[in-house]
């Protein structure tokens, strides 16, 4: 009579890469509050890679190193202090030497 009872795997997609997570979905206690061997059930997208059961900015994200070079280059220099003073200093010097030429 329970054909149509919901099991948690359900929830994410049987697509290529979403096979660890629907296993130890399929393996995980439905009932409580407890994380079977201290592992946290996730059962959200990552906006990244889009697979599921972590996050974007999760180690488990194969894009967790990865991103995009060019904005990660980018924002790490404008969060650096010294960027404005490096710059300036650059640009005077470039001035000069075209000044002395």
Same mark, same amino acid.
């Given at each position: 009579l329970q054909e149509n009872e919901t099991k948690p795997e359900d929830c994410i997609p049987d697509v290529p890469g979403n096979e660890s997570a629907r296993e130890?979905?399929? %393996?995980?206690?439905? #009932?409580?509050?407890?994380?079977?061997?201290? #592992? @946290? =059930? !996730? =059962?959200?997208?990552c906006w990244r890679c889009k697979r599921y059961g972590h996050r974007t900015g999760d180690k488990e994200c194969p894009f967790f190193i990865k991103g995009n070079q060019k904005l990660e280059q980018f924002r790490v220099a404008h969060e650096d202090p010294m960027?404005? $003073? $490096?710059?300036?200093? #650059?640009? %005077? @010097? !470039? @001035?000069?030497r075209y000044v002395s030429l």
């Open positions: 130890f979905l399929a %393996h995980a206690p439905t #009932k409580g509050l407890w994380m079977p061997l201290g #592992k @946290e =059930v !996730k =059962v959200m997208q960027y404005d $003073i $490096i710059r300036e200093t #650059k640009r %005077h @010097e !470039k @001035e000069m």
